[in-house]
């Protein structure tokens, strides 16, 4: 794969979250079907697809990966994660099928506030004030909409917290986006090919469109996949954590005016706390990535304000004793020493 401009890894980053934005529109056309029949086939074809991707794109990698002394750790930590993805593909399933796409996409919109969350429990990182408050905001959300709504959004917390586990696991895996992303469906499709063996053949009797449109959604899931692991290597990560907000905001657009759910005004408060909490945390990691890097301080020396070159050079050469100092040849034929 060519090497991608950070212009064209824009592209492809809104590309992708755009397709995943939209996913509602095209999975609510299998309604009929159950959800765990949808997620089978979804892995399924998305497993095609990746073995496609992985020999067009990242063979030599893949190749010398499968040499590599660590693809027993490496498989099992993609296993766990291959778990997490299609446990939280199958809650998004069921949040369309159920008409819920607001819950899906009040989760995908507390994903990084979670995120936040496990980096202060799990990898014990310190949080800054702002981020504290943006904490506060989204705890007030969930809080207001658990009160005031139809109950607490447990779909949608559940969507955001494995999204979240998964990331702080992808996090500590040191792998290329794509092939691990790849690997991770191809562990998928083996359980889900079992799994519509089990199933009755009453159940997979669907007609051609239906049928059609199970197939597809092997390849629409990779496609982003591909398209977001190029757009990562181009771009720096905070261009990339603004840009993932594209896709629960379009899910609330879908799920409001396309599928007519009611926002009410709990949903409302509760998505206005979230977004306040995102945008506050935006804003404060535009401006700490533009802020220049710290420099050290010169002290300064004496009235003529010369720098410490201790600040500049490290800890200066500490002068020799007057007891341990012993002349040098070139000393000795050069007279006494002035006095000090």
Request: a positive charge; one cysteine or more; charged letters at 15%.
């Amino acid at each position: 794969m060519n090497a991608v401009t950070p212009r064209s890894g824009h592209a492809l980053a809104l590309t992708a979250f755009t397709l995943w934005g939209l996913f509602p529109l095209y999975f609510r056309q299998l309604g009929p079907v159950d959800p765990l029949v949808v997620l089978c086939h979804r892995a399924l074809w998305a497993g095609a697809a990746a073995a496609v991707l992985l020999l067009a794109f990242r063979r030599a990698g893949l190749l010398a990966w499968l040499r590599g002394g660590s693809v027993g750790r490496d498989l099992r930590s993609l296993a766990l994660t291959a778990a997490l993805l299609a446990s939280n593909w199958c809650a998004f399933l069921l949040a369309v099928a159920r008409g819920e796409v607001l819950q899906s996409s009040l989760g995908y919109f507390m994903s990084p506030l979670l995120a936040v969350a496990l980096g202060v429990v799990v990898l014990r990182e310190r949080l800054t004030a702002v981020q504290k408050v943006a904490f506060a905001l989204g705890s007030v959300g969930l809080v207001v909409l658990a009160s005031l709504g139809d109950g607490f959004p447990w779909l949608g917390l559940y969507l955001a917290g494995s999204f979240g586990v998964y990331g702080l696991l992808r996090k500590r895996l040191v792998l290329d986006a794509l092939l691990a992303s790849g690997v991770e469906v191809l562990l998928m499709a083996p359980a889900a090919g079992l799994a519509l063996m089990l199933v009755g053949p009453a159940d997979l009797a669907f007609d051609t469109r239906t049928s059609t449109l199970l197939v597809l959604s092997g390849p629409l899931t990779a496609v982003p996949l591909v398209l977001y692991a190029a757009a990562v290597r181009s771009l720096p990560y905070s261009a990339i954590g603004l840009a993932q907000y594209l896709t629960p905001c379009l899910q609330l657009l879908v799920a409001v005016l396309v599928f007519g759910e009611p926002l009410g005004l709990a949903r409302l408060l509760a998505f206005g706390c979230v977004a306040a909490a995102l945008l506050v945390t935006s804003v404060h990691a535009a401006v700490r990535a533009r802020r220049p890097a710290h420099m050290p301080v010169l002290r300064p020396r004496g009235p003529c304000e010369r720098p410490d070159r201790r600040a500049l050079f490290g800890r200066a050469r500490q002068p020799t004793p007057l007891h341990l100092w012993k002349p040098t040849d070139d000393a000795r034929h050069a007279g006494p020493s002035p006095a000090r």
